[in-house]
Protein backbone atom coordinates (compact mmCIF):
# COMPACT_ATOMS: atom_id res chain seq x y z
CA UNK A 1 0.00 0.00 0.00
CA UNK A 2 1.06 3.83 -0.64
CA UNK A 3 -0.09 7.08 0.59
CA UNK A 4 -2.58 8.87 -1.50
CA UNK A 5 -3.18 12.58 -1.98
CA UNK A 6 -5.35 14.20 -3.49
CA UNK A 7 -6.19 18.15 -4.53
CA UNK A 8 -8.16 20.34 -6.70
CA UNK A 9 -11.57 19.76 -5.74
CA UNK A 10 -14.05 22.72 -5.64
CA UNK A 11 -17.02 23.80 -6.12
CA UNK A 12 -18.15 25.09 -10.03
CA UNK A 13 -21.35 25.47 -11.89
CA UNK A 14 -22.42 23.63 -14.81
CA UNK A 15 -20.54 23.50 -17.58
CA UNK A 16 -16.94 24.23 -16.10
CA UNK A 17 -14.16 22.21 -15.42
CA UNK A 18 -11.95 21.28 -12.66
CA UNK A 19 -8.41 19.59 -12.70
CA UNK A 20 -7.82 16.74 -9.82
CA UNK A 21 -4.30 15.68 -8.92
CA UNK A 22 -3.19 13.41 -6.69
CA UNK A 23 0.86 12.69 -5.53
CA UNK A 24 2.22 9.84 -4.22
CA UNK A 25 5.03 10.38 -1.81
CA UNK A 26 6.67 7.57 -1.75
CA UNK A 27 6.68 4.39 -3.33
CA UNK A 28 7.43 3.30 -7.38
CA UNK A 29 4.56 5.17 -8.48
CA UNK A 30 5.72 3.66 -12.34
CA UNK A 31 4.40 0.17 -11.03
CA UNK A 32 1.07 1.22 -9.97
CA UNK A 33 -2.39 1.23 -12.05
CA UNK A 34 -4.46 4.17 -10.94
CA UNK A 35 -7.57 5.14 -11.06
CA UNK A 36 -10.06 7.81 -9.81
CA UNK A 37 -13.41 6.93 -7.96
CA UNK A 38 -16.40 8.98 -6.95
CA UNK A 39 -19.73 8.67 -4.05
CA UNK A 40 -22.03 10.98 -4.20
CA UNK A 41 -24.00 11.65 -1.22
CA UNK A 42 -26.31 8.00 -0.68
CA UNK A 43 -25.27 6.43 -3.54
CA UNK A 44 -22.10 3.87 -3.62
CA UNK A 45 -18.72 4.67 -4.63
CA UNK A 46 -18.34 3.84 -8.73
CA UNK A 47 -15.19 3.95 -10.76
CA UNK A 48 -14.81 7.22 -12.97
CA UNK A 49 -11.52 6.12 -15.28
CA UNK A 50 -8.19 4.73 -14.88
CA UNK A 51 -4.84 3.92 -16.07
CA UNK A 52 -2.72 1.22 -16.65
CA UNK A 53 1.39 1.23 -15.96
CA UNK A 54 1.91 1.18 -19.86
CA UNK A 55 -0.71 4.80 -20.11
CA UNK A 56 -4.10 2.37 -21.43
CA UNK A 57 -6.76 4.30 -20.48
CA UNK A 58 -10.68 3.44 -19.27
CA UNK A 59 -13.47 5.29 -18.91
CA UNK A 60 -17.06 5.11 -17.18
CA UNK A 61 -19.59 5.85 -19.69
CA UNK A 62 -21.31 8.61 -17.72
CA UNK A 63 -17.44 10.77 -18.65
CA UNK A 64 -16.65 9.19 -21.50
CA UNK A 65 -15.42 12.36 -23.66
CA UNK A 66 -15.36 14.98 -20.75
CA UNK A 67 -12.87 13.35 -18.50
CA UNK A 68 -9.28 12.52 -19.02
CA UNK A 69 -7.31 10.71 -16.84
CA UNK A 70 -3.57 11.10 -17.49
CA UNK A 71 0.11 10.46 -14.91
CA UNK A 72 3.24 11.61 -14.85
CA UNK A 73 5.22 9.07 -13.94
CA UNK A 74 8.56 11.37 -13.00
CA UNK A 75 6.55 13.79 -10.96
CA UNK A 76 4.65 10.66 -9.32
CA UNK A 77 1.36 12.63 -10.09
CA UNK A 78 -1.98 11.30 -11.53
CA UNK A 79 -4.49 13.42 -12.57
CA UNK A 80 -8.21 13.92 -13.58
CA UNK A 81 -9.39 17.08 -16.23
CA UNK A 82 -12.94 16.88 -15.85
CA UNK A 83 -14.62 19.44 -18.75
CA UNK A 84 -18.17 20.23 -19.20
CA UNK A 85 -18.97 19.08 -15.65
CA UNK A 86 -22.87 18.73 -14.79
CA UNK A 87 -24.64 18.59 -11.43
CA UNK A 88 -24.48 14.83 -11.66
CA UNK A 89 -20.92 14.78 -11.45
CA UNK A 90 -21.47 15.91 -7.77
CA UNK A 91 -19.69 13.98 -5.25
CA UNK A 92 -16.20 13.25 -3.36
CA UNK A 93 -13.56 11.88 -5.31
CA UNK A 94 -10.90 9.51 -4.70
CA UNK A 95 -7.38 8.40 -6.14
CA UNK A 96 -6.81 4.51 -6.01
CA UNK A 97 -3.49 2.43 -6.56
CA UNK A 98 -3.20 -1.09 -7.35
CA UNK A 99 -0.05 -3.28 -7.92
CA UNK A 100 0.86 -3.74 -11.58
CA UNK A 101 0.19 -7.50 -11.34
CA UNK A 102 -3.28 -7.07 -10.18
CA UNK A 103 -4.51 -4.04 -11.84
CA UNK A 104 -8.01 -4.02 -10.82
CA UNK A 105 -7.32 -4.56 -6.96
CA UNK A 106 -7.25 -1.21 -5.30
CA UNK A 107 -6.04 -1.48 -2.40
CA UNK A 108 -4.47 1.81 -1.44
CA UNK A 109 -6.63 5.06 -1.21
CA UNK A 110 -6.54 8.80 -0.72
CA UNK A 111 -8.48 10.66 1.42
CA UNK A 112 -10.84 12.50 -1.19
CA UNK A 113 -11.43 15.88 -2.82
CA UNK A 114 -14.89 17.34 -3.10
CA UNK A 115 -16.52 18.47 -6.14
CA UNK A 116 -19.72 20.31 -6.16
CA UNK A 117 -21.39 21.30 -9.51
CA UNK A 118 -23.90 23.45 -9.35
CA UNK A 119 -26.33 23.98 -12.35
Known amino acids: QVQLMESGGGSVQSGGSLRLSCIVP????????MAWFRQAPGKEREGVAS???????HYEDPVEGRFTISRDNAKNTLDLQMNSLQPADTGMYYC?????????????WGQGTQVTVSS
Open 51 to 57: IKTNGDT
Open 96 to 108: AAAPWYKCNAYNS
Open 26 to 33: SGTFSFFC
